[in-house]
């Protein structure tokens, strides 16, 4: 069974920095993309963040590049999402997910997705 499991939300000041987990079973984690998507109250989900597990390519949306960081350890089927210098408007439900073909950002593309962590930054 596939099982994506993202956990590390929670609430945090603005400035504040959080690391995120996707702890990832079922499938052969090397031959897939994990991504990082969030969905706020009211929009659409939209891309953060991409990591190749084969070969540690990684992918940033602007919105987030320089605060936020996208890790793997292969050896725990775990990729990582640190964010640092937390801005309100990143508050969203974060979602991770697994693209065996593609990499990048388009959530279409992806096959398996993990249930989600909130992030709440106030002000």
């Known amino acids: 069974e596939v099982q994506l499991q993202a956990s590390g939300g929670g609430l945090v000041q603005a400035g504040g920095s959080l690391r995120l987990s996707c702890a990832a079973s079922?499938?052969?984690?090397?031959?897939?993309?994990i991504g990082w998507f969030r969905q706020a109250p009211g929009k659409e989900r939209e891309g953060v963040s991409c990591i190749s597990s084969s070969d540690g390519s990684t992918y940033y949306a602007d919105s987030v590049k320089g605060r936020f960081t996208v890790s793997s350890d292969n050896a725990k089927n775990t990729v990582y999402l640190q964010m640092n210098s937390l801005k309100p408007e990143d508050t969203a439900v974060y979602y991770c997910?697994?693209?065996?073909?593609?990499?990048?950002?388009?959530?279409?593309?992806?096959?398996?997705w993990g249930q989600g962590t909130q992030v709440t930054v106030s002000s």
């Open positions: 079922g499938f052969t984690f090397d031959d897939y993309a």
């Open positions: 997910a697994a693209d065996r073909y593609g990499y990048g950002l388009d959530l279409n593309t992806y096959d398996y």
